[in-house]
Nanobody
Framework: QVQLVESGGGLVQPGGSLRLSCAAS????????MGWYRQAPGKQRELVAT???????NYADSVKGRFTISRDNAKNTVYLQMNSLKPEDTAVYYC???????????WGQGTQVTVSS
């Protein structure tokens, strides 16, 4: 089991940037495929980006070229740098510790990102 705490969300204007952080504890962080997911009101939770223990990344088409996922195994932390934000990026963003087969059962509480002028 792993505990996850997200931070860094907020209100930003279109075209702006935010950096989300997710601190993990309770298990061997470096073993997991870490991921960021998001859920907008009335929609299902969707994958944003994942990063393997070796640093291999995968992105949803909607965020490619704008978002960057990274991890610091020494700090048990995964980041999501979000640039050129759009109103459609508005959602609650969640961190997850999973595997190559998919997300795990442990989720953080989420952090709200609102993109609006």
């Amino acid at each position: 089991q792993v505990q996850l705490v997200e931070s860094g969300g907020g209100l930003v204007q279109p075209g702006g940037s935010l950096r989300l952080s997710c601190a993990a504890s309770g298990s061997i962080f470096s073993m997991y495929v870490m991921g960021w997911y998001r859920q907008a009101p009335g929609k299902q939770r969707e994958l944003v980006a994942t990063i393997t223990r070796f640093g291999r990344t995968n992105y949803a088409d909607s965020v490619k070229g704008r978002f960057t996922i990274s991890r610091d195994n020494a700090k048990n932390t995964v980041y999501l740098q979000m640039n050129s934000l759009k109103p459609e990026d508005t959602a609650v963003y969640y961190c997850n510790a999973g595997s190559p087969e998919g997300p795990g059962s442990d989720w953080g509480q989420g952090t709200q990102v609102t993109v609006s002028s």
